[in-house]
């Protein structure tokens, strides 16, 4: 079912007084409601309008830590009929690195204008567009009223990833962004007016559609800034508690961060009123997954909250999501047959690689296993994912609307998503990425075997391992942040290296740690293996340790 409403129509159904809710740094609340966001997204609107001749066909960056001047404006671009692209805040770049990469991401946008802060605009003079602040905007009268979207107009310019290439820019509908997360909610039998939690960035898919979302379809929406959550993990559980709220979303790093946070044992939190917590965006670690499920349990989590699922921005966000009072199914199978395309059930004893189900199909969607060609596969044969359902895209955007080179549908009309996965007792699993395979004389490794089992060692910082072949060889490395030095580096990587061989039965050529914060990610916090291996193969990593082949 594709409901046939743009963002703003959706928006203008809800009832004025539906609260929402924003949070600084402190967790102090900031109360609005929804009539307050339509009249402060009309007079954005009108600005955008008189000032720079905004309007449909046009596109505009937004630029900012999430805030009410944030969404006010978002909705106002919508409200004007353009359409917007969310620039990512970069956590680590310098200013002069920073500016340069706004500047081709707004140039590859196409972008008329860029919306931001006071004090970054001061910092933005050199971008081909103008450059104007929140609050300039927020002045004056809404003006004459403007027609809404249609439906099929683009509302969101959202880049991929670009974990395995470069962000390429997928075009969503106002249609698909309403649809997909109204499916999203509704899977989670969540109704109007319970409460939602997020802390993820609008730059990233899963925080754009989740948030929005919420908005429209009439949920409390709890906003915090994605830095506030960095900071403060436990800041996330604390406004769940204080809030009573039904539901939340994040990547599974997110999980694991907020597990070892309750482990530590400093503070109670009541986390008996959630009822969905969708965990998606990036593979998911079975054991980090029960991890957080048993400690969260001593703080009242039920157990059925945690519904796994996957996606990508090629179909808008959601493709499959946990069904709502089941607890989440794992599967282990056998090792060394699923290096041979085969998912059997592990016997007794051998060695296995558990996964986590990534639950059912969104309404009118549907996912196929197939070979390179398109063929279906039987159960218990890993292959290709693909996808078909109203939120796929058909196309990566090109400015004129031209064939895009990369090709992404096949000849079904199915999105090939590039993913690996199987379908095995009547559940969907999702392997990793096809290009992030590793040849290995004749084995087929996954990097995600080799990076859960480092996370586990003690001195291995959670979700900073990457595995990745060197080119032209079947040699592979990994290479994990630490915060250890000198002997206590070197003595992890012997560790790292030993630990790997024993368990996956592989010593990689070389295990390097690094120094914290220094693996490449996206913007969005995704790894970004191949990057690491150029720096590797360039000597531009801060190695503390190496193990060069030992073990």
């Avoid at 046939?4 to 600084?24: H, K, M, N, T, Y």
């Avoid at 690195?97 to 860029?114: G, I, K, P, Q």
């Avoid at 969607?365 to 039987?378: E, K, Q, R």
């Avoid at 290709?384 to 895009?404: A, E, I, L």
């Amino acid at each position: 079912m594709t409901i046939g409403l743009s963002i703003v129509e959706r928006l203008a159904a809800q009832p004025g007084d539906r609260p929402l809710v924003f949070l600084d740094d402190e967790l102090r609340p900031t109360h609005s409601t929804l009539g307050e966001l339509r009249e402060r997204a009309d007079t954005v609107a009108g600005a955008l309008r008189r000032r720079f001749g905004i309007g449909p066909g046009t596109r505009v960056c937004l630029l900012g830590r999430t805030s009410p001047d944030t969404i006010a404006t978002l909705f106002g671009i919508w409200r004007a009929g353009a359409t917007v692209t969310v620039l990512p805040v970069s956590r680590r770049a310098n200013p002069g690195d920073l500016e340069a990469t706004l500047a081709r991401r707004v140039s590859a946008a196409h972008a008329s204008l860029v919306v931001t802060d006071l004090a970054t605009a001061a910092t933005l003079g050199d971008l081909a567009v103008p450059v104007v602040d929140f609050q300039s905007l927020g002045h004056g009268s809404a003006g004459a009223p403007l027609a809404a979207p249609d439906p099929h107009d683009i509302a969101l310019l959202q880049f991929t990833s670009g974990t395995t290439a470069l962000p390429r820019a997928v075009a969503v509908t106002h249609a698909q962004l309403v649809t997909n997360s109204h499916s999203l909610f509704t899977s989670g039998e969540l109704v109007p007016g319970d409460g939602f939690v997020t802390w993820l960035p609008l730059y990233h898919d899963m925080g754009m559609i989740m948030l929005t979302g919420a908005i429209v379809h009439g949920y409390t929406a709890y906003v915090m800034d994605t830095q506030t959550f960095g900071a403060r993990p436990g800041a996330w559980l604390e406004t769940i508690s204080t809030y009573r709220a039904a539901a939340t979303g994040a990547p599974n790093f997110a999980f694991g961060l907020a597990g070892y946070y309750l482990s530590l044992g400093r503070a109670r939190y009541d986390l008996s009123s959630l009822r969905v917590a969708w965990n998606g965006a990036e593979p998911i670690d079975p054991m980090a997954l029960d991890q957080f499920i048993a400690t969260a349990a001593e703080h009242g989590l039920p157990a059925t909250t945690m519904a796994p699922g996957y996606g990508l921005a090629e179909a808008t966000l959601a493709v499959t999501v946990g069904l709502p009072h089941e607890r989440y199914h794992t599967v282990t199978v056998d090792r060394l047959a699923l290096e041979d395309g085969l998912a059997q059930h592990v016997e007794d004893g051998g060695p296995g690689r558990t996964f986590v189900d990534c639950g059912a199909p969104l309404a009118d969607t549907s996912v196929s296993i197939t070979d390179d060609d398109g063929n279906p596969l039987p159960d218990g044969q890993v292959g290709s994912v693909r996808v078909r359902g109203p939120g796929v895209v058909r196309q990566y955007w090109t400015p004129d609307g031209s064939p895009h080179p990369t090709e992404i549908l096949d000849d079904q009309d199915r999105l090939i998503t590039g993913d690996l996965g199987f379908c095995l007792d009547g559940r969907f699993f999702v392997c990793g990425r096809q290009k992030d395979m590793i040849i290995v004389a004749g084995r087929n490794l996954y990097p995600e075997d080799f990076e859960f089992t480092a996370e586990r060692i003690p001195g291995v910082r959670l979700g900073n391992v990457m595995a990745f072949s060197l080119p032209d060889s079947e040699e592979m490395v990994v290479v994990a942040e630490t915060n250890l030095r000198e002997s206590g580096a070197q003595d992890l990587v012997r560790a790292v290296s030993d630990t790997l061989a024993a368990e996956l039965s592989y010593t990689p050529h070389d295990v390097v740690l690094v120094a914290p914060g220094t693996l490449p990610k996206t913007s969005s916090g995704k790894k970004q293996r191949h990057l690491c291996r150029e720096q590797y193969q360039d000597k531009a990593l801060t190695v503390r340790a190496s193990a060069q082949g030992q073990g």
